[in-house]
């Protein structure tokens, strides 16, 4: 039986596997080596040896079902199409724990002004204002809205700075999408998060914008996003158990972390296994 | 020695002078446990499990502060000295700390010239043998790392003209052409380290011989459990 896994919420779903660019190229999933490329017509093809896999091409990217009976289809993603949007891919990088803890990262705030200071937050604005978390009924995706924190001001010389305005949305274990205060006093920027999980312990990490931004280089935007990546890495690679836990107490969380508590039940009722932690006794 | 001799060990994680008073935080290790060591800024030794009970960041990441508070480096969550309490969550600044929230805290106790830390939770006072364990004035000349298991290194060093001392896991013998005292930490399954103490001065060329001879004991000792 291949791939590392058996928990349906990995066989079933449709897994990132890199931009859809790029081809033909070798990469990893749930353990395994898979071949990618694509016909003259652009039809995309995964091989995992001399088997073919189910895979789609979206968004720039591509996306195996690796039981071949995909639960769902994929999700929705309207801003990638909308006018006057800029697409930026800020490449894969990879990340040594389980996808899990990316993504509760990706959806923290209160870790602002300690690993992004200066850029995403500055202490002593560290407060976390409550705000409200849903699951979507009819799609099973988790919204978090409401959500705002100080964030200084692009000079450095003055401690000023505002208010930004956050909502998150967590579209399957391992893909989520931030949406925060653009140019255009009306729109949101989206930053995906789209983790291509290489086995219970490493993630690729594919980040892809849609902005409204007329005045920053690509290469402007992408670095800006490595940064903070750069200051994320370390502290994902060093949590004392890579495995996020879903049962036990190891791990007490507090009223801010409203998205992460809602994001492990979500995680517990769909019998998640991947990647995470036995519990301890 | 029988297991409850080895839980109620008193483990040599660090030289003293190593980690020092509200400025630095040292990982260390015993028998698998992996500890932040720190001090207050009144030179109090801290040993607690390396791990923030919030989302389990090591705690060797974050910074002293305040003088006896430890503050995690992915949210800034402080505990104090001592009890290991949470005592402040930046993302709630009004909120008192929760009660149930503490980081795992082990028995400390400087001896020696080096820090020793006991996991059993309760359990009998450092011995004074500790103190016994390196003459004073002595210097340190490295603390070397084997990758192998204590036991092993425990069965090398007789071998290597070591003899065993009243301190357990103390050692006494001959590196270069003086005299060494070798406390064995068994840090890891697979990772050792002995602490090797002289009376070489530092600089000299008697220490140079020590230090010669050490990596060349780490190379027999290495060879000879892989075998």
Not at chain 1, 254 to 277: H, I, K, N, P, Q
Request: glycine letters at 8%.
């Amino acid at each position: 039986m291949p791939f590392v896994t058996d928990d349906p919420n990995m066989l079933d779903d449709w897994l990132v596997v890199g931009p859809a660019s790029g081809l033909p190229r070798t990469t990893r999933l749930l353990g395994e080596t898979l071949h990618l490329h694509t016909d003259a017509d652009g039809t995309p093809h995964a091989l995992l040896g001399n088997d073919a896999l189910t895979v789609q091409s979206r968004y720039g990217f591509l996306w195996v079902c690796p039981g071949g009976r995909p639960a769902r289809p994929l999700f929705a993603f309207p801003e990638y199409e909308e006018p006057g949007r800029r697409i930026v891919d800020c490449g894969g990088l990879g990340v040594a724990v389980s996808g899990l803890r990316v993504i509760e990262n990706f959806l923290d705030m209160a870790h602002f002004p300690f690993v992004h200071p200066d850029y995403l937050g500055k202490v002593p604005h560290t407060e976390v204002a409550k705000y409200n978390v849903e699951v979507d009924a009819a799609t099973d995706e988790i919204w978090a809205t409401d959500c705002r924190f100080w964030q200084p001001r692009a000079s450095a010389a003055h401690d000023t700075g505002s208010e930004v305005f956050y909502k998150y949305r967590v579209m399957q274990p391992f893909s989520a999408m931030l949406y925060k205060s653009s140019h255009r006093p009306d729109r949101l920027d989206a930053i995906g998060l789209f983790l291509q999980p290489v086995d219970d312990e490493h993630v690729i990490a594919h980040t892809l914008l849609a902005y409204f931004d007329d005045v920053s280089t690509d290469a402007e935007l992408i670095a800006f996003q490595h940064t903070i990546f750069g200051q994320d890495k370390p502290i994902l690679e060093n949590h004392a158990f890579k495995r996020m836990p879903l049962e036990g107490r190891a791990e007490t969380p507090t009223r801010g972390d409203t998205t992460s508590v809602t994001y492990r039940r979500w995680l517990r009722e769909r019998g998640m296994r991947f990647g995470t932690a036995r519990a301890a006794a | 020695m029988n297991p409850s001799a080895i839980s109620q060990a008193w483990h040599p994680v660090a030289p003293s002078a190593e980690v020092r008073a509200g400025a630095n935080i040292v990982a260390g290790f015993a028998q698998g446990q992996e500890l932040a060591l720190w001090r207050a800024a009144d030179g109090s030794p801290q040993a607690w499990e390396n791990r923030c009970p919030h989302r389990s960041v090591r705690f060797t990441l974050g910074q002293v502060t305040g003088g006896d508070r430890l503050a995690c480096a992915y949210h800034g969550w402080q505990y104090e000295a001592g009890s290991g309490a949470c005592v402040r969550i930046p993302a709630h600044p009004a909120m008192p700390a929760p009660r149930n929230v503490c980081a795992k805290t082990f028995a400390t106790a400087d001896a020696a010239g080096m820090l020793w830390v006991r996991l059993a939770a309760g359990g009998a006072e450092a011995p004074p043998e500790l103190a016994d364990a390196v003459p004073a004035g002595w210097h340190l000349a490295r603390t070397l790392t084997l990758r192998v298991a204590a036991s092993e290194v425990r069965a090398a060093l007789a071998p290597h003209g070591f003899a065993s001392t009243e301190t357990p896991d103390a050692w006494q013998g001959t590196l270069g052409e003086s005299t060494v005292a070798a406390l064995l930490l068994d840090a890891q399954p697979q990772l050792s380290f002995l602490h090797l103490w002289t009376d070489a001065a530092p600089g000299s060329d008697a220490m140079a011989r020590v230090h010669r001879a050490a990596r060349q004991l780490r190379s027999d000792i290495e060879a000879a459990a892989s075998h």
